[in-house]
Nanobody, 121 residues
Framework: QVRLVESGGGLVQAGGSLRLSCAAS????????WGWFRQAPGKEREYVAI????????YYANFVKGRFTISRDNAKNTMYLQMNDLEPADTAAYYC??????????????WGQGTQVTVSS
């Protein structure tokens, strides 16, 4: 069984930065994707970024526009999302997920509990 725990959310002003972390206990399959997703009230969960765990190759949603960076530390079984130049539209609960096959949330086997990011204008 794999358990994911996110941390690092909070309240920040527009233009500010936050770094989210996702620590895994257990061992997700290494030849899979890990990812960050977000969900705002009344909206569907959407893909933010994913990273191929073995190669480290990242993929980003178009709205990221170079503001976010996804990374991972294999030795620590931890994934990160550095978010810069935050906008009010980025306000959402952010979820990490592991052992996925694509950018679709339905392909991921494990999910964290979520961490709230609120960006004030």
């Amino acid at each position: 069984q794999v358990r994911l725990v996110e941390s690092g959310g909070g309240l920040v002003q527009a233009g500010g930065s936050l770094r989210l972390s996702c620590a895994a206990s257990g061992r997700p399959a290494s030849n899979s994707a890990w990812g960050w997703f977000r969900q705002a009230p009344g909206k569907e969960r959407e893909y933010v970024a994913i990273i191929a765990w073995t190669s480290g190759i990242p993929y980003y949603a178009n709205f990221v526009k170079g503001r976010f960076t996804i990374s991972r530390d294999n030795a620590k079984n931890t994934m990160y999302l550095q978010m810069n130049d935050l906008e009010p539209a980025d306000t959402a609960a952010y979820y990490c997920a592991a052992q996925g096959k694509s950018t679709a949330p339905s392909t991921f086997d494990y999910w964290g509990q979520g961490t709230q990011v609120t960006v004030s204008s």
